[in-house]
């Protein structure tokens, strides 16, 4: 995870989408997009008992390593240093 200052929060995503890293399109919590999940009961009660990672999906970008990388990790996470 990297934590950027907020003026180079813009710089950071340029520069790894610019080395190859592709946006990748799910929540930190779940694995899905947090725009896709539905409102409904059952996500209510699983934001309301983990809190932390809704926080983290609201103020991140989540990133896919190249495919010519070969190392374990699989995402790269930046997180605002701002934080709503």
């Known amino acids: ?3 950027p200052s907020e003026s180079d929060f813009d710089l ?3 520069k790894l989408m610019e080395a190859g890293f592709r946006m ?3 929540s930190y919590a779940r694995g899905v997009d947090p725009q ?3 409102d409904d009961e059952i996500n209510r ?3 309301a008992k983990i809190p932390g990672y809704k926080m983290i999906d609201s103020n991140s970008l989540r990133f896919q ?3 010519s990388f ?3 990790e699989r ?3 930046i997180r605002s240093s701002y934080v709503t």
Do not use: D, G
Request: some cysteine; aromatic content about 12%.
């Open 65 to 67: 390593f190249p495919t």
């Open 36 to 38: 896709l999940l539905p």
């Open 24 to 26: 990748a399109p799910w």
């Open 45 to 47: 009660r699983i934001n």
């Open 75 to 77: 995402v790269v996470l």
């Open 12 to 14: 950071a995503v340029q």
């Open 1 to 3: 995870m990297f934590v």
């Open 70 to 72: 070969t190392c374990r």
